[in-house]
């Protein structure tokens, strides 16, 4: 839920003045997204977001958002299209913001995926690899294994806090996967955070694929293995190996996963619980007092780690053979 | 900025099966009104506000708020009209809150109304007033004059934390208005809380009155006087009598205003000044630690009262003599 900036109507309709997009006839701040400040611009030629970019997201990483979008769209992928004013620029300031208008996309998110939607997840993942493989820019990603030690140092003795031993299974953890992370895989764009809420669908068939301000470049079998840990567990921390399989097929019927990333993925699933189970941790500690967000638990990635570091092989996942 | 209660688009699918409006396409929370949470619902026929009521709206007042959209809507003002459900209920219940579900209206607030915007203002003031003369339901105002005293009582000697001298302040100007508060005016419903965030406009003409959640049964220039209050003041805290000529002028061409009225205008717009005043005293002494919103200065309602104060003559608010 956000919307953390004001925009005076007046400021818009001056804004909007420079898009050849018709003229005004609505607009709502809307409750979504954590980082940004996003609202449903209505005119008369259709529907929009206006997001404003406020301080977590870097000014200098705009560019690569915004242009993936761009790149994205213009392959068939379903994700919002930044509108280009009438100067051609998609980059924009609003309200003393960095700003973006893209197209609205019609769907709904679902709160608990059938493993239908996994199937559904798992190809459009795939596309979006594979719409991606020839996006020439590129982004470091921070929350991978170098990124890991600095958010738990950062959490630090405070981990016992949430969990007794937390902090010691943590520190193990870190310790295997900084020593064993895997090299070489295939590399490229990928989504980093697509979990269900980023995630439309229409009748049931995926619909569009929003919020890319994590995407970066990393190994694709990464962003496989953060769509099992979001998509394929239970409320009660079981993982539903119907749903791991409906996905992992749906993304090998578009780009099979080589023997290489299959041999990867029990270790790239514990680094993608590790990320988020350390981004929780640090997010709990740091609730700012009264705050009106409770911030998500980071205790279901331990469970969904302890599952992980359980698993053999990626065949356990529901892997075809 | 609201959105208190979480929607699950599984719950909202089942809501809406109940209704006859298509099916649903798209879903978003939106930050607006600070007593409710408010979505905007998207389906294959058009585009609706469900509204879940949170608690400060009390559910008995539910059937009047609703009863009342309805009612103007079929006398022709723009204004959210209830949309039935194939039992005909309006109020419905969704994530154990009672909740309904209204049309939604296009245009656009303004900030920074002009003199024509007034008018126009106005003009849709008394257009509600006549399309509710024969509303049948009735509904105490619970914050006129009768509900002044709780509110300062409950701000007590904290007041004059705000401002030194406030409590004084207020205390004189309460007991000269319940002393002095006018009687057997012409009453009806009245809308109550109609600033400008609670007006739309397309091509500067008013397109839709919201926000019925303060609608009650009272003197209607009363209501006139909460606007010269809510329209009609600079930023610095000058009355701007051209607003002010353009608001009574509109209202009198729709319904001009007894003799009584008008000597009485001068009084009612104190009761306003007083009255925002108190509530937003109330509000500005019981902000929660670390609170996200800020709330509304009372101090600007002390400004508006002065003026009022040295008003002698309904004429110096722009009525035509």
Known sequence: MAVYTDVAPVELEAFLSGYDIGSLTSFH???????????????????????????????????????????????????????????????????????????????????????????????GLAQLHLAGADFPLKRANALSVAGWRPLFEAAGAAADTVAPGLSGAVAAELAVLEANWPQDLPSGVIHADLFPDNAF?????????????????????YDVAICLNAWCFEADGAYN???????????????PLSEDEKAALPRLARGAALRFLLTRLVDWLN??????????????????LRFHQAVERAQDYGLAA
Chains 1, 2 share one sequence.
């Open 29 to 123: 701040g809307i409750a979504e997204g954590v980082e940004n400040s996003n609202f449903l611009v209505q005119t008369t030629t259709g529907s929009y977001i206006l997001t404003l970019y406020e301080k977590r997201v870097r000014r200098e990483d705009l560019p690569f958002f915004v242009g993936l979008m761009q790149h994205l769209a213009a392959r068939g992928l379903s994700c919002p299209e930044p509108v280009a004013a009438r100067s051609g620029a998609i980059l924009a300031e609003v309200a003393g913001r960095p700003a973006a208008m893209v197209t609205f996309l019609p769907g709904v998110s679902v709160r608990r995926p059938t493993a239908h939607h996994c199937a559904e997840l798992g190809r």
């Open 287 to 304: 609730v700012p007092e009264g705050a009106l967000v409770r911030p998500k638990d980071p205790l279901e990635y331990l469970k969904k």
């Open 241 to 255: 190996v119907t749903k791991g399989r409906a996905l992992l097929a749906g993304y090998e019927a578009v780009r």
């Open 201 to 221: 669908f229409l009748d049931d068939q995926l619909s569009g694929i929003i919020d890319f301000y994590f995407a970066c470049t990393d190994f694709l079998a």
